[in-house]
């Protein structure tokens, strides 16, 4: 035998004999490692860095908020992508800023999806990772594949298409048409006799307007921003619907129905590894808690809803204690952008609010490019491995994708979820290094580095008037020391160029750096 066919044979021994029995003991010892730990990701809409207790706010006791805080780690710089929802959104599924494709900006009720159905998202990390996925709550990335769609039908493509087995929705945000849920793409109670339809564009059907019925407008009067469009439930929306009398959802139901529903998800997967997105529509206008909440908070009804929100999280966690899965299950909270008070529905927050902060010591809040658009609470709690305390790491919401591929071994296909990166270590709290930068987004762009924060000259106003908001919109260009002056009061852009040049030129290499075409 020669020498190079000796070589052979050892080869052929090794792939033979000696590897299954490697890989039977390393697959051995993974088991054994544990079970892969289930995440739930609980995302508020339009909640303030300022509005839970445990962040400072003084208006409402978010007890359980504060609970899970106190088992977990709090985050003091975590940000969204931007100070809107579909936006926000977009990032965190896809780990791409929004504001590279066009189309990502707030979507109307009526829709088409606007991520790719080829593309990584975080649900398809854990469907990778071979987790059930769910989704429960609002959903706001639209719908199938144009504005005219039939609702009385299944609506392919949706959030079944992007990486979840299980999905119950409502589309977009509850001040919109269509005001009904959809359970895996279809709409609840379809009744054949009373088709649904939909229009952004002029009103069908008879339903009455807020616009030609005022005085039908029983609980918030004189609406702005649009919202006086067909009327459900006493309450004037933006679109015009007809048809699904029996499929209309109950307002004072919303949180309690999507309560229900994801806790039924946990319950169905909870011997199965399972990632739930559960999407809360609280405090988002129109505020319409439960009688069991309305009233209880000195704040009026968004101070309600808030008291309502926090309650689900406390459920949710006592749901996990019921079945013993709560040491082995990460549950993120967080919100899609800063708090606004006043948001097109005249429901007396702006006069109860007192001296509650929603955003905080932060300056601006939902719409705007200051900190309060996009800085959020963000609380990550896993019992079984996260030490509590508190983080000041620079983390993004935006940064989930890559790092749960990282925890799971999930390879990300070069290109995708470009903006993502890996800060595993940070969410465990294990080191305070985060990103180095992120880019903020309202209509134009910001970027924090370190602790400087630079926000170019634009052309947005300063103030929006309509919902009582800084905007970051300044003829001049504008720099923050974040760690001296949180509340971006003291411009430092004349006295410091070289800082504002610096800063310009990564944000404008970000801006440009190439991502995958579409
Ligand atoms: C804005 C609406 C606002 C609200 C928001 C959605 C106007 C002037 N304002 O465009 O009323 O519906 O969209 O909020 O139309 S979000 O949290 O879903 O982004
Ligand atoms: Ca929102």
Redesign the pocket.
Known sequence: MSFNTMGTHLQEIFRIAVLPALLLIVSAAQSQSGKKPNVILIYA??LGYGDPSCYGGTGVETVYLDRLAQRGLRFTNAHTTSS???P?RYGLMTGEYPWRRQGTG?LPGDAALIIPTDRMTLARVFQQAGYQTGLVG?W?LGLGNSIDKNWNEPIKPGPNEVGYHYSFIFP??A??VPTVFLENGSVLNIDSGDPIEVNYKKKIGSDPTGKEHPELLKLFPDP????DQTIVNGIGR?GYMTGGKLARWTDEELGFTFLEKAKAFVRDHYRQPFFLTYNLTEP??PRMPGTMFKGKSKLGLRGDAILQLDWAVGEIMMELERLDIDKNTIIIFSS??GP?LN???NDKDVELNGSHKPAGPLRGG??SLLEGGTRVPFIISWPAKIKPGVSDALVGQIDLLASFARLLRVVVPAGEAADSRDLWQAFLGKTKAGRDCIVEHSRQLAIVCGDWKFIPANNIPPYFK??YTESGGSKTDQLYNLKNDIGEKYNLAESHPDKVKELRALLDRERERQVLPR
Do not use: F, L, P
């Not at 702005?224 to 919202?227: A, E, S």
């Open positions: 809409d339009d809107t929802c579909t926000s707030i609002k706001h977009a945000t001040d919109r702005q921003q649009g919202h933006m988002h206008a899609d952008n606004v948001d097109g529905y939902k719409y309509e919902t």
